[in-house]
């Protein structure tokens, strides 16, 4: 790509280890509890809808979708929902702030061959004690420069990390597996991208126009690829 | 104090702005509801066990309180408490994320004065989110280099931060209202404290021994007092 490339910025969940496939797992059990109530995919709506209208408040993360899962099952339920099944919702968040980290297959092949060359980082959002746990857990913290953990991931976030990082978006490439949170606000401030896309993606990264026509960006199967990249 | 510092860092939450007002005043209110099921002061007292039993997991700030007020109501209800209730308690919680910011008083004649011959920061803990909009609320943000946002304040996270600063701990001083979270650790690193204590002070922040005795260490009564130890 380009050789004027100085950081790589690394998303974190999804892109070094498994995450939406637990949300996915906890929201299909909370389902499964809400069946005296609800179907299974009206459930998931709700829960949608709710996570949605307590982002600007909430903002991302597991502490936030517990509460989300809550507010829906109390709703859905008509407040019918006995206080014990709200005790087992509790826990499934709790579960899933204790889940072991998964690497991506792969991830650290790539960041040994690329740490001497670039600074790398990690720019990603959500709790920050939970990331902070989870990058200890995962035993990456030595590949990074720094972790940078932001509230929300639009332009005005980078723009805020350009900064900081004291460099120009031309020698700033993202690696993520969202094009709306690592990718478009990346190529919109004139740096790079990469997208890597993931198994499960959820419904609130999506988005609808999956063509991005930009010679700043490339669309990879494998986190691997990267390397013959950037390499 | 010493000519050689560089950088003030100000603790936000009750040096700032008030903070720990509104978790009293939600307490309170939570103790209310729960009359029916147990009296006030022991409620309290289950509060606090929960928050210190789910701050590893959990961490600091509003999100956090909010999962441990619904975890102790239905505990000490013995699952009886009604999902309407419940409902209630989400909003309490609702509540403190909106509440406007009130300025300590005297803070902003302090960053005027101090901005243009120290390097200001505000070093806090708590929810990412709601910290960076208490900031944009306050409209302090204009004094402030930066905001560092810690999942804690141990020395560990002092020293990273000093790293990260480029200092040696000799050129940093705190400012702060929890002399456990703000002043020793600071003073452990060899850095230096002014503390400045506030009206409430959470259980948690307490510690038994208040006295301090160290040439790096100051208590004062107010913000503005900073001013005359700083100037």
């Given at each position: 790509?380009?050789?004027?490339?100085?950081?790589?910025?690394?998303?974190?969940?999804?892109?070094?280890?498994?995450?939406?496939?637990?949300?996915?797992?906890?929201?299909?059990?909370?389902?499964?509890?809400?069946?005296?109530?609800?179907?299974?995919?009206?459930?998931?709506?709700?829960?949608?809808?709710?996570?949605?209208?307590?982002?600007?408040l909430y903002g991302y993360g597991i502490k936030a979708f517990s509460l989300?899962?809550?507010?829906?099952?109390?709703?859905?339920?008509?407040?019918?929902?006995?206080?014990?099944?709200?005790?087992?919702?509790?826990?499934?968040?709790?579960?899933?702030?204790?889940?072991?980290?998964?690497?991506?297959?792969?991830?650290?092949?790539?960041?040994?061959?690329?740490?001497?060359?670039?600074?790398?980082?990690?720019?990603?959002?959500?709790?920050?004690?939970?990331?902070?746990?989870?990058?200890?857990?995962?035993?990456?913290?030595?590949?990074?420069?720094?972790?940078?953990?932001?509230?929300?991931?639009?332009?005005?976030?980078?723009?805020?990390?350009?900064?900081?990082?004291?460099?120009?978006?031309?020698?700033?490439?993202?690696?993520?597996?969202?094009?709306?949170?690592?990718?478009?606000?990346?190529?919109?401030?004139?740096?790079?991208?990469i997208y890597v896309p993931s198994d499960t993606t959820w419904l609130y990264?999506?988005?609808?126009?999956?063509?991005?026509?930009?010679?700043?960006?490339?669309?990879?199967?494998?986190?691997?690829?990267?390397?013959?990249?950037?390499?």
């Open positions: 790509m380009n050789s004027n490339i100085r950081v790589v910025g690394f998303d974190a969940d999804d892109t070094l280890w498994d995450n939406e496939i637990f949300y996915k797992e906890t929201e299909q059990e909370f389902c499964r509890i809400m069946i005296p109530f609800m179907n299974t995919e009206e459930t998931s709506k709700e829960l949608f809808k709710t996570e949605v209208q307590n982002m600007g989300s899962l809550i507010e829906t099952a109390i709703r859905i339920s008509s407040s019918e929902i006995p206080a014990s099944t709200i005790s087992k919702i509790i826990e499934l968040g709790k579960a899933m702030l204790r889940k072991p980290v998964n690497l991506i297959n792969g991830i650290e092949d790539v960041l040994k061959i690329l740490q001497g060359k670039y600074k790398l980082i990690i720019v990603t959002k959500g709790d920050l004690l939970d990331q902070e746990k989870k990058l200890v857990k995962s035993g990456l913290s030595g590949y990074f420069h720094h972790i940078e953990i932001m509230s929300d991931k639009k332009e005005d976030n980078y723009k805020s990390l350009l900064n900081h990082l004291d460099i120009e978006a031309s020698q700033f490439i993202m690696v993520g597996n969202s094009l709306k949170s690592d990718i478009l606000p990346v190529l919109g401030l004139g740096g790079y991208g990264e999506q988005i609808e126009n999956e063509n991005i026509e930009s010679e700043k960006f490339v669309k990879v199967k494998s986190i691997r690829d990267i390397i013959e990249i950037l390499h």
